[in-house]
């Protein structure tokens, strides 16, 4: 049971180039979110999505779009990377409800725009 | 605006004392996690306690809605403990937009 998968776990990008991170749980929950967390912050929500074929944006939405390709996967993609989102993304996944809306958590891709 | 305040922001330990970290939230809650993210940056849950008090060990955490807060307490604290210690939340009627404080980066030297 691997849990919340993300790839890749490290990537540099130069400024205006396009990238995806892709993430996959095998919980077979569904919610699932992004998340960035910068130095000094907690995570900041960039988008979720309450359940397969419907995502919303969060905190931070700006320069990213998401696309729920299943109930398992669900990716961000940086269409012209920009400095500022250098940072490391979290992925999760969640079963709505209390009382077990528990957020489990992927390892995180670093990411560097130079 | 919605807001989620952790204290202490920082926090140096000797190895078998015991703490206690706290965090204020602005609004009313439905989920309330608390989370702790080890050196190499790995995020596990700790607790989910919207209300009332759970133990694991030799952590526990008490959450009183009514008065927006929740603490959590470590007791004889090891190296291993070390890292940052965040609490999220889920405001009522906020659907599943999870709101995380800025953490209490915990250090525990032997």
């Known amino acids: 049971n691997a849990g919340v998968t993300q790839t890749p776990k490290f990537q540099v990008l130069k400024t205006g180039q396009s990238m995806t991170l892709q993430c996959a749980q095998d919980?077979?929950?569904?919610?699932m979110y992004w998340y960035r967390q910068d130095p000094g912050m907690g995570l900041r929500l960039i988008y979720y999505?309450?359940?397969?074929?419907?995502?919303d944006k969060g905190e931070v939405p700006n320069g990213y779009n998401v696309s729920r390709l299943n109930k398992r996967e669900f990716s961000l993609r940086l269409e012209s990377a920009a400095p500022s989102q250098t940072s490391v993304y979290f992925c999760?996944?969640?079963?709505?409800?209390?009382?077990?809306?528990?957020?489990?958590f992927g390892a995180g891709t670093r990411l560097s725009v130079l | 605006g919605i807001q989620v305040e952790q204290s202490p922001p920082d926090l140096i330990l000797q190895e078998g004392a015991n703490s206690t970290l706290r965090c204020n939230f602005s609004?009313?809650?439905?989920?309330l996690q608390w989370f702790h993210q080890n050196p190499w940056g790995q995020l596990i849950n700790l607790f989910y306690?919207?209300?009332g008090t759970k133990q694991n060990g030799r952590l526990s955490a008490t959450t009183v809605a009514t008065e927006r807060y929740s603490l959590l307490y470590i007791s004889s604290s090891q190296t291993t403990d070390s890292g940052v210690y965040f609490c999220?939340?889920?405001?009522?009627?906020?659907?599943?937009?999870?709101?995380f404080g800025i953490g209490t980066k915990l250090q525990v030297i032997p």
């Open positions: 999760a996944s969640s079963e709505p409800g209390a009382p077990k809306n528990i957020q489990y």
């Open positions: 919980m077979n929950h569904n919610s």
């Open positions: 999505s309450a359940s397969e074929g419907t995502t």
């Open positions: 609004d009313s809650v439905n989920n």
């Open positions: 306690i919207p209300s």
């Open positions: 999220a939340v889920t405001f009522s009627g906020g659907y599943q937009k999870v709101t």
